[in-house]
């Protein structure tokens, strides 16, 4: 086995984005990546890593880049640029206005650390009474209702509520929000897979989310509450306070991140204990896996599917030179099933340990939201299984998203009673 092999070959492309199955079933496509070509340099120029180890090293090295304008060395083919086109305004103003996710330190660094205070373990914990509450209404409902569609009804209501009412927006809007989340999920992908209509409606969902939040901070800061909201108008840095254009970026990243991949993780975690009858009645049944039983489904489901940097500097992942500059794509997922980090790692195992997995990627760029989207998934996934001990699927067939970075289902038909 070599670790540098082309696209061409007798066994056909290695890692082609696009074949549907990246978003339906990659899994079985991860297992014969790292077999045949674990980390390459494709038809486009950027490197692709699928192996634990690499991903993690990358994801460690504070000289890996997140931030979009230096995505690609000389080598990388245009229709991977990740650059910003100076001909169109458009693209100028969404660059100025990145999140702390796409941005490096020293804004990183500031950034994050204005928002992470409303997402320690300790603030998270306040939020479990209030989570359990909307967990029950909703389980109610939809024991009355007997049959519903998990995804729509159950998984993606339960965290839009919990962030909305952390920043303090009316739930009432969480129908747009759904709408506008998904065109941007959608958007995250490499825009050589999307067709023009996708990147356009990805676009004029951030200029919506924009303007919505440009109305509701100029009202938090004529009338500031208790909410994450008012705490961001008023936060500070040394003196120096969130720009306009981060206050608006940074809102849409909490809302988006704070229910997007959330929706997957516990609509793909019920799918894989109904896939999984001994494990779902362990879990039931024995509290002591209830958080390694979360994790399990972090590294089984793995809704963040893959990300990106370019390394500023050289550097060597095994026997591979990696030079300044270059890109590379880290598959998050692959690595989650990699056995040289995980025993059995096509198994699910509630009960894993250790868990090592990369659902919330690892270094400076790790999940803010994590201790809140553990906890949600713990909330809802342990009461869904207790007070409907009966849950079945009501469909053999799992339709999935087309995203490829933030893999979903479109619905998960189940019956309750």
């Given at each position: 086995?070599?670790?540098?092999?082309?696209?061409?070959?007798?066994?056909?492309?290695?890692?082609?984005?696009?074949?549907?199955?990246?978003?339906?079933?990659?899994?079985?496509?991860?297992?014969?990546?790292?077999?045949?070509?674990p980390?390459?340099?494709?038809?486009?120029?950027?490197?692709?890593?699928a192996?634990?180890?690499?991903?993690?090293?990358?994801l460690?090295?504070?000289?890996?880049?997140?931030?979009?304008?230096?995505?690609?060395?000389?080598?990388?083919?245009?229709?991977?640029?990740?650059?910003?086109?100076?001909?169109?305004?458009?693209?100028?103003?969404?660059?100025?206005?990145?999140?702390?996710?796409?941005?490096?330190?020293?804004?990183?660094?500031?950034?994050?650390?204005?928002?992470?205070?409303?997402?320690?373990?300790?603030?998270?914990e306040?939020?479990?009474?209030?989570?359990?509450?909307?967990?029950?209404?909703?389980?109610d409902v939809?024991?009355d209702?007997?049959t519903?569609?998990?995804?729509?009804?159950?998984?993606y209501?339960?965290?839009?509520?919990?962030?909305?009412?952390?920043?303090g927006?009316?739930?009432?809007?969480?129908?747009?929000?759904?709408?506008?989340?998904?065109?941007l999920?959608?958007?995250?992908?490499?825009?050589?897979?999307?067709?023009?209509?996708?990147?356009?409606?990805?676009?004029?969902?951030?200029?919506?989310f924009?303007?919505?939040?440009f109305?509701?901070?100029?009202?938090?800061?004529?009338?500031?509450?208790?909410?994450?909201?008012?705490?961001?108008?008023?936060?500070?840095?040394?003196?120096?306070?969130l720009?306009?254009?981060?206050l608006?970026?940074?809102?849409?990243?909490?809302?988006?991140?704070?229910?997007?991949?959330?929706?997957?993780?516990?609509?793909?975690?019920?799918?894989?204990?109904?896939?999984?009858?001994?494990?779902?009645?362990?879990?039931?049944?024995?509290?002591?896996?209830?958080?390694?039983?979360?994790?399990?489904?972090?590294?089984?489901?793995?809704p963040?599917?893959?990300?990106?940097?370019?390394?500023?500097?050289?550097?060597?992942?095994?026997?591979?030179?990696?030079?300044?500059?270059?890109?590379?794509?880290?598959l998050?997922?692959?690595?989650?099933?990699?056995?040289?980090?995980?025993?059995?790692?096509?198994?699910?195992?509630?009960?894993?340990?250790?868990?090592?997995?990369?659902?919330?990627?690892?270094?400076i760029?790790?999940?803010?939201?994590?201790?809140?989207?553990?906890?949600e998934?713990?909330?809802?996934?342990?009461?869904?299984?207790?007070?409907?001990?009966?849950?079945?699927?009501?469909?053999?067939?799992?339709?999935?998203?087309?995203?490829?970075?933030?893999?979903?289902?479109?619905?998960?038909?189940?019956s309750?009673?």
């Open positions: 086995m070599t670790d540098i092999v082309s696209e061409a070959g007798p066994g056909g492309p290695i890692f082609n984005l696009f074949d549907p199955r990246w978003s339906s079933d990659p899994f079985p496509l991860y297992a014969e990546l790292r077999q045949r070509a980390l390459h340099r494709n038809e486009f120029g950027f490197w692709v890593a192996r634990h180890a690499d991903c993690l090293a990358v460690r090295d504070r000289g890996a880049s997140v931030e979009r304008s230096s995505m690609m060395d000389e080598g990388t083919s245009d229709a991977f640029d990740g650059g910003v086109n100076p001909d169109d305004p458009r693209a100028i103003a969404e660059f100025e206005n990145r999140s702390f996710l796409v941005r490096d330190p020293p804004d990183h660094t500031r950034l994050r650390g204005l928002v992470a205070k409303a997402f320690t373990p300790k603030v998270v306040a939020l479990r009474g209030r989570t359990q509450e909307i967990v029950d209404e909703l389980i939809a024991l209702e007997g519903i569609d998990l995804v729509d009804r159950f998984a209501p339960l965290p839009v509520r919990v962030i909305c009412e952390l920043l927006v009316p739930v009432l809007d969480q129908e747009r929000f759904k709408v506008w989340s998904h065109a999920a959608r958007g995250l992908d490499p825009n050589f897979l999307l067709p023009s209509e996708v990147v356009e409606a990805s676009a004029q969902a951030r200029e919506q924009a303007a919505y939040f109305e509701l901070l100029a009202e938090r800061r004529r009338s500031p509450g208790e909410d994450l909201l008012s705490q961001l108008v008023a936060a500070e840095d040394g003196g120096t306070v720009s306009e254009a981060e608006l970026s940074t809102c849409i990243l909490l809302l988006v991140a704070g229910h997007e991949t959330t929706v997957n993780s516990i609509a793909g975690g019920a799918l894989a204990l109904l896939e999984h009858p001994s494990q779902l009645e362990r879990y039931r049944l024995d509290s002591a896996v209830a958080r390694s039983g979360v994790e399990e489904m972090l590294r089984y489901v793995s963040v599917q893959l990300t990106g940097r370019t390394v500023l500097h050289d550097i060597e992942l095994g026997d591979v030179h990696l030079g300044a500059g270059q890109f590379v794509m880290l998050l997922a692959s690595g989650n099933r990699d056995p040289l980090a995980f025993d059995d790692p096509d198994e699910f195992d509630v009960a894993r340990t250790p868990n090592n997995h990369l659902g919330f990627g690892f270094g760029h790790h999940c803010l939201g994590a201790p809140l989207a553990r906890m998934a713990d909330v809802a996934l342990s009461t869904l299984v207790r007070r409907a001990p009966r849950l079945a699927r009501a469909s053999d067939t799992v339709t999935y998203k087309a995203n490829v970075i933030l893999r979903g289902m479109e619905s998960l038909p189940v309750l009673v």
